[in-house]
């Protein structure tokens, strides 16, 4: 996986679009892996995650199955390649991705260091699917062997959201399971604010 290449575009929507952008993933053998100040993953983003961040729960495919059947909502964090977001906060991009059946597409949410439009999305992403309820329960998940769903059910869990559950074998461990997969579109980025227009 890597970070997002982004289609440049004049005006402030090229503005918009570079506070979007995603750093590439250090490929270095010698880069570090952790960001020393935060303990995020920042590097090699696919390999093998051992345990749960601290205060989240680690569920497989049939207990995903049952929290999603009781109301939980799920969140996938699986990255975009390419894609630009139009002055209404819509996606554009040539990439499908197949997710959980009614899962949350959140594309840009896993990275260790997110920048300020990156984070401003998470925050109200989370607040519309969840309606402000912060005890609602909550799947985060990617693939299997994805950091990218580590950071972002950590990330979650110390935005106060106290069920907050990381399913780790991700969509592979449910296509696994026999579980249908469905043809999902990211969540829409808040839209561009009105401009005065020009006397």
């Known amino acids: 996986m890597t970070g997002s290449r982004l289609i440049p575009e004049i005006g402030?929507?090229?503005?918009?679009?570079?506070?979007?952008?995603?750093?590439?993933?250090?490929s270095g053998s010698d880069a570090p892996l952790f960001d020393p100040a935060t303990g995020y993953r920042v590097a090699q983003y696919r390999a093998?995650?051992?345990?749960?961040?601290a205060g989240v729960q680690q569920v497989g495919a049939k207990a995903v199955r049952d929290l999603a059947q009781a109301g939980a909502?799920?969140?996938?964090?699986?990255?975009?390649?390419?894609?630009?977001?139009?002055?209404?906060?819509a996606w554009i991009t040539p990439d499908s991705h197949?997710?959980?059946?009614?899962?949350?597409?959140?594309p840009?949410?896993?990275?260790?260091?997110?920048?300020?439009?990156?984070e401003t999305y998470l925050r109200q992403s989370l607040a519309q699917v969840t309606a402000g309820d912060k005890t609602r329960a909550l799947v985060v998940f990617c693939q299997l062997d994805c950091w990218l769903s580590w950071n972002a059910s950590r990330r979650i869990a110390e935005y106060g959201h106290d069920q907050v559950f990381w399913f780790s074998g991700g969509v592979d461990e449910w296509n696994s399971e026999g579980f249908p997969l469905k043809s999902v579109t990211p969540y829409p980025m808040p839209p561009d604010p009105p401009r005065p227009s020009t006397p």
Not at 12 to 26: C, D, E, G
Not at 98 to 106: D, F, I, Y
Not at 111 to 118: C, D, F, H, I, S
């Open 98 to 106: 197949a997710s959980l059946p009614g899962a949350v597409w959140l």
């Open 73 to 89: 909502i799920l969140l996938d964090v699986f990255p975009l390649k390419h894609y630009e977001i139009d002055k209404n906060g």
């Open 12 to 26: 402030a929507k090229l503005s918009r679009l570079l506070l979007l952008f995603i750093p590439a993933m250090a």
């Open 48 to 53: 093998v995650v051992l345990a749960p961040p």
């Open 108 to 118: 840009i949410v896993g990275w260790g260091q997110l920048t300020p439009a990156q």
